[in-house]
Structures are given as C-alpha cells and as structure tokens.
C-alpha cells in the first residue's frame, strides 16, 4: 500500500516563468536572473525586466549564502503537511547577490533564531526538484 | 477644506455574526442594500451605480445587478482583497463628480465562519499557475506567520515590544464591550472570559505565530455591509445626516528585493488622502484602521503619520487610542476586526463605523467627532497588499 503521509507542497514544473529556476534546483542551483542592459536583479523569476524596457536577463547562480530579514515561528497550522511540523520556522532571507527569498531554517530551535543571522542554502531532494531550504552557518 | 460633492447617506452592518448556514452571501449582501437604502430614505430605482469586489465571483457585476433588480449605468468590480470598500468609495466620489451617477450601491456579504474557512492558518497548498505561488507554496506560510513576521522585523529595528502591540487589542476590546452587537458576536463565535482585556491577558495568550499572540489576530465572522453614496443633490434630501468624502488614495505594496517590511502602502495612500482633503492626521478626531492584527494598525498608524516612523509602540502606550481618552484618534470604535465582525474582508464596516461616529450613532460615541479616516488594507502585510485610505467629513 502506497504511503498515504502528507507531503511538503512541491511547485508546478510547467509554469513558465519559475520553471527555469526549479530546473536549476536538480544540479542543487539557486538561479536568479539579472538584466545585462541595466544589472537589475530580478526576484521572482519571470520573462521580463522590471527595471528597463529594453530587458536582457540573464541567469546567475547564488553562492547560497545570506542573512535573515525577519521570521515567524508557525504554531498552529491547518494544512495536512505543515500542521506534523508545527513548531517550524518561516524566514525571508536576503541572499548575498540580492534575491529575497521565502524558505524554512532548519537545523535550529525557534529559541536560536535570530533576524540578521547568517545561513546558508541546503536544499531537500525531492524526485523532480530540490527544495531551497536555510540553515544557520 | 476639499469640495462636498459625494457623500455617504446610508449605512448597514449585518448584525449577525454565526447564521449558522440559513443565509447565504448574496442574501447578506441583499439584507444589507435594503436597509441601507432605506436608512437613506432612498430606493433600488434610484441606485444608478454598483461596487462589487467580486467575492462572489467573476461577472459579479452583473451577478448582482440581476439578483438586486437594479440597471446600473456605472458598474465597477474592483477587487483588491479587504481594502475594495474603499477603493469602491474613491471611485464613486469621482464617477459622481463626473457627473456619471447620482446614487452609488457598495455591498459585501460572507459566510467566512460557518462555512469553517481556515482564513488565518490555512497555509496553501502545492504549486500553482502563478508564478508567486509556484516560489512560496513550498514553505508554509501562513496568513498570521506573513504579518508575525512583520511584527518581527518592526521589534528588530524599533525595539517595539508585545505589550505595546497589545495596546491596539486592548483598546479595541474596550471599545466592543460598549457595543451589544460586538459582544453578542464574541459569544456566537464562542469566545472564551469576554470582558475587557488588560495587557497580560493579551501577552499571556497562545502564541499562533511568533511574535503575535493570539489576543493579537482578528475573529473568523459571517456578516456584511452596505453603504450608500450619493451626490450633494441627493444628499441634502436623505434622511441622515451627509457624511462627505473629502480626500482618497489608493496603493500597492509588494516584496520587492531590500525592500521595508515595517512600513505599509498606507505611505503612498494615507499622505495624497490627506492632502486632497486639506487634513492633517493629528486633526483626526477617529481612525477606522483594518486591523487584521496588532502590527496591522500599529504600522498604518506611524505610516499615516498620526507619529513617526518606528515610534508607534511607545505612542501607543497609556491608553490614547480610546474613545473617552486624549491625545490621539478613537482607534476601531465599533470594536474592530479584533473584537466585532471580521467576516474576510473588513474594509466596508470601517466606512460604516467612520459614518456612525460622523453622524454621532457610535456605541462609542467621540464627543463632537468631525473628522475621520478609513483606511483598508487588502491582501497581506507582510507581502503584497493595497492601501485604500478615505477622508471623511461631518455634515
């Protein structure tokens, strides 16, 4: 019998303008895009350049290094995944090349966060993607 | 003083909050229009402009034309989350100096509670077709986690504490134990010891998500609204009192790389509100500010500028918030989305509560109130939201 356990959410691989990106996640790769004409950094991913009109984005990969903008530890939840996880930690991290991203800290206790810590990407390996998780460093 | 050409003339809150499935959302919404028709003095023939948000769907606009019995020749669906009311108030103000309409019809009606919709910690589920969904899903996120952690980074770069957050829940609280509604939908909704709360009833209850505790989020609710607008004409033959429109803004605000969490889009809305009505927050006399949760108004009071940036927590302090109180706006007199009706989408009763307070009907009535804002904020806080900020005047 199949195991019927709740899983994490996984993305949908057929969208267009993230698909690129969770592609990049199989080799463990955390790929933003840049605009060549006028450097912009564009987080989330998408076809066009938001800070020119003559956008000419290119794909770059983070180091995976970054510090924490703010977090909340999620103690109640609903959903059929997240709710066998409870307490969990919900963060935006503010990767060192710029892209502001939404993830889970794991390797730590809700005790030991703190905003402004360093962490460091490590990514769950799921069957067709991995996932950008953080850790303290 | 801004020119007096649109004006609210009725209004009408639902007055249940648990219908216990025996009403549906178009039948709030229905209840609510007649009433509020009828506290104008007014009638469906005369209603020649619709607002809508669409929280019954797509094609809403004519949806509810038919199930009203109406023939709009200005119809509008702007649906920009709990902030739509008003944005429906700004564009009728201006569709009625236009001279496109006399009598402007905003409804909303849910059944957020019994239909169990886990609003605050429902999370989401997997991927999506968009492509902020396909980049969030994964982690969880919840409605009160996004706002936790604004109130987080507000602590970090501020020192805000949480017993200066619950100064907003206490106030709130205060002001809904005066109204026999607020209280009535405490015990519908099952709440638990209702009675005024002090500061470590709020700090001492259950952490949903850190920082915000759960004194600190807004009810689930059933209910529903109506308000009416109408031209100057119109206006001075209904049988309330006008209450005017003086000054509007809408914005947006969204993640954006080494962007501010501690800060609204109320900056953009709350200062053109303000300068088209030729009002300065501190002549404010209440503010009706959509508060979803304790950092919720605590941001939107520093972003409108009723204090500085950063120093809400401290001006917070002391009580001044509250209806018999000095020093500072009457905050949510009708007990808010805290304590009285958050059905989903709480921006019409801030239009309401802002004209019962104009037309001096509150529970919680400010002696003398003239001036008041409503300001809305739709979507989420901590992510991307709209800011609909609304001026009002006494007649």
Redesign the interface.
């Known amino acids: 019998m199949a195991d019927r356990s709740p899983t994490r959410p996984l993305p949908n691989l057929s969208e267009l303008d993230t698909a690129e990106f969770w592609r990049g996640t199989q080799a463990n790769e955390f790929r933003y895009q840049q605009c060549a004409n006028c450097d912009t950094i564009v987080w989330h991913p998408r076809a066009h350049c938001t800070g020119c009109v003559n956008g000419d984005l290119e794909w770059r990969v983070s180091a995976g290094a970054g510090v924490v903008y703010t977090f909340s530890v999620v103690r109640q939840s609903y959903h059929p995944f997240f709710r066998s996880q409870v307490p969990y930690i919900v963060a935006l991290v503010d990767l060192d090349e710029g892209p502001r991203f939404l993830t889970n800290i794991t390797g730590t206790t809700p005790e030991e966060m703190d905003v402004g810590m360093r962490v460091q990407i490590v990514w769950e390996e799921h069957e067709e993607v991995h996932i950008p998780l953080a850790k303290p460093m | 003083m801004s020119d007096r050409d649109a004006a609210i003339v009725g209004i009408y809150e639902y007055p249940d909050r648990d219908v216990d499935g025996e009403v549906n959302p178009l039948q709030i919404k229905a209840a609510c229009a007649a009433k509020a028709l009828a506290d104008a003095g007014l009638s469906w023939s005369d209603v020649d402009a619709i607002y809508d948000a669409s929280e019954g769907g797509p094609m809403n606009g004519l949806t509810i034309s038919e199930y009203f019995g109406i023939s709009p020749t200005v119809i509008d669906t702007t649906g920009v989350g709990g902030s739509s009311y008003e944005f429906h108030a700004a564009h009728a103000r201006r569709a009625i100096r236009e001279g496109k309409c006399k009598v402007a019809l905003l409804t909303y009606g849910s059944t957020a509670h019994s239909n169990a919709f ?1 609003i605050g ?12 969904d ?9 409605l ?3 706002y ?3 109130a ?2 507000h602590m ?1 770069e501020f020192g805000t504490t949480s017993e200066q957050l619950a100064e907003i829940s206490t106030a709130t609280r205060y002001h809904a134990m005066r109204s026999p509604d607020a209280v009535r939908a405490m015990e519908d909704l099952e709440f638990i010891d209702i009675r005024e709360t002090t500061i470590e009833d709020v700090v001492s209850s ?7 505790h759960l004194l600190e989020c807004c009810m689930i609710s059933d209910g529903g609204g109506a308000v009416v607008i109408a031209s100057s004409e119109v206006a001075r033959d209904c049988a309330k009192p006008p209450v005017w429109i003086l000054g509007s803004g809408e914005a947006t605000q969204y ?5 501010s ?1 501690t800060s609204s889009a109320a900056v953009q809305s709350g200062p053109i509100a303000f300068g088209e009505a030729g009002v300065s927050p501190s002549e404010i006399d209440i503010a009706m500010i959509y508060d979803s949760f304790s950092i919720t108004v605590l941001t939107i009071l520093e972003d409108l500028g009723f204090c500085g940036k950063g120093e809400g927590g401290s001006w917070v302090e002391g009580g001044r918030l509250r209806y018999d109180e000095s020093g500072g706006p009457a905050l949510n007199t009708d007990g808010g989305g805290l304590s009285s009706n958050h059905p989903g989408m709480r921006g019409i009763f801030l239009l309401i509560e802002a004209a019962r307070q104009l037309r001096g009907e509150s529970t919680s009535q400010v002696d003398g109130a003239k001036l008041a804002i409503a300001h809305g904020n739709g979507g989420m806080l ?1 992510s991307r939201h709209t800011a609909g900020s609304i001026v009002l005047g006494g007649d």
């Open positions: 886990a910690v429902g999370g989401r589920g997997g991927g999506g077709t968009s492509p902020v396909n980049m969030e899903s994964f982690a969880g996120q919840t009160v986690s996004n936790a952690m604004a987080r980074r970090f259950r952490m949903i998500a850190d920082p915000l993640p954006t790389n080494g962007g969490l901590g």
